[in-house]
């Protein structure tokens, strides 16, 4: 059992009547504004699990997640409500589609409705504000254009074409319904491999119907149709500031020694970077 109530207070929406077209639609705008895509966890030392019913617990305690806290919990929500969720074993890729199909790095939804499939997609950072049809085709929301094609490499699957300007360039998802629970080997690996960008990189994201905000490590960026902004955060507190008022994190439970340490790691990281290659993109958790 989930808290659904609670849920939907977070999310600023009355219980829906029916699952209907219109009340998905205003889930998934209301969770991608509301719910930010994050990894602060990872980088305070305090592992999370998958399990639907905790990620959601996350959620009404002002926290988010990345795609399989995200999607996971989203899938439980819909579930409750009436809707027929599939959760789908998919993967981020770069500019050629793997041959191998989906890595599992990525936990993609659909939702049927009226015998149509849709991609329920809350965990794509940066990504859809809204639902996307199973039918291939471009389609824009707010200063975003994105496509859906049919997967070259998986048989019966989808290829989601993210924006130019977006994180990743791609996610890939086969076609058969898998549980949440085969992504908790991934979510090790993404959560503690010294490899992963979520290990590499702290990130907070959340989409707005006018684009799209993103703190990775000290660099705050706003993407827009008329542009992009970007600034450099020089003090803990701006920086703690930022988390809670632009991705409205609720940080309470993070205790003052935590906080500095948090803030000391991401500010060195930043430092290194900037020594490094601070001309070039900073690593990316979407890309993981």
């Known amino acids: 059992m989930i808290d659904v109530d609670g849920y939907l207070a977070v999310l600023g929406v009355a219980r829906p009547a029916a699952p209907t077209a219109e009340a998905l639609w205003e889930l998934h705008r209301a969770q991608v504004e509301r719910v930010a895509y994050e990894n602060l966890d990872i980088h305070l030392g305090r592992p999370t699990g998958i399990d639907a019913a905790e990620s959601v617990a996350r959620i009404t305690r002002g926290r988010g997640g990345y795609c399989f806290h995200l999607n996971g919990a989203f899938a439980a929500l819909l579930t409750a409500l009436g809707y027929e969720v599939t959760l789908h074993r998919a993967g981020v890729q770069g500019e050629d589609e793997d041959p191998e199909g989906p890595g599992g790095d990525h936990l993609a939804l659909t939702v049927r409705l009226d015998g149509e499939p849709w991609l329920v997609d809350t965990g794509l950072a940066g990504g859809m504000h809204e639902p996307l049809p199973l039918r291939e085709g471009s389609y824009t929301q707010g200063p975003f254009t994105y496509a859906m094609v049919p997967s070259k490499a998986v048989p019966g699957g989808w290829r989601f074409l993210h924006d130019p300007r977006g994180a990743f360039t791609s996610m890939v998802f086969a076609p058969e319904p898998v549980e949440l629970a085969s992504f908790a080997e991934e ?92 001309a070039g993109e900073q690593p990316s958790a979407e890309r993981a």
Do not use: K, M, N
């Open 187 to 278: 979510h090790v690996r993404l959560s503690t491999s010294p490899e992963s960008g979520f290990v590499r990189v702290c990130t907070a994201q959340l989409r707005r119907a006018e684009g799209v905000d993103v703190l990775r490590g000290c660099v705050l960026r706003r993407i827009e149709a008329g542009g992009t902004t970007e600034r450099t955060i020089a003090s803990a507190d701006d920086w703690y500031d930022v988390l809670s008022r632009v991705f409205r994190l609720d940080l309470t439970d993070v205790e003052a020694p935590a906080r500095t340490e948090l803030w000391h790691r991401v500010r060195t990281a930043h430092q290194e970077w900037e020594a490094t290659s601070g």
